[in-house]
Nanobody, 124 residues
């Protein structure tokens, strides 16, 4: 049974930092590209950041470049999202996802496994 379990969300003020974690079980973590998506109320789920199997390549959506960093630890089957200088517009449910495509994709359909999400709320 494949499980992706996110943690680390919470309520913070603008300018603060949070670190999200996603622990993966039930699959061979090291062969999967990993990504973080987010979904705000009334919006579609959008790509935030992705990392390749060996962590040699990362991708970010423009709005988080320079503020967010995606990391992975293949020994711990864990992917992280370090979020700095948070803004109210970062408020959303954050989901981690696993996919086996050749490249780090930005589309939801490129990821076959998803976590249940963790809420991040940034107050102004």
């Amino acid at each position: 049974q494949v499980q992706l379990v996110e943690s680390g969300g919470g309520l913070v003020q603008a300018g603060d930092s949070l670190r999200l974690s996603c622990v993966v079980s039930g699959l061979t973590f090291s062969i999967y590209n990993m990504a973080w998506f987010r979904q705000a109320p009334g919006n579609e789920r959008e790509f935030v950041a992705g990392i390749s199997r060996s962590a040699s390549r990362t991708e970010y959506t423009d709005s988080v470049k320079g503020r967010f960093t995606i990391l992975r630890d293949n020994a711990k089957n864990t992917v992280y999202l370090q979020m700095n200088t948070l803004k109210p517009e970062d408020t959303a449910v954050y989901y981690c996802a696993a996919g086996v495509n050749l490249l780090v994709g930005k589309r939801r359909d490129e990821y076959g496994y998803w976590g249940q999400g963790t809420q991040v709320t940034v107050s102004s």
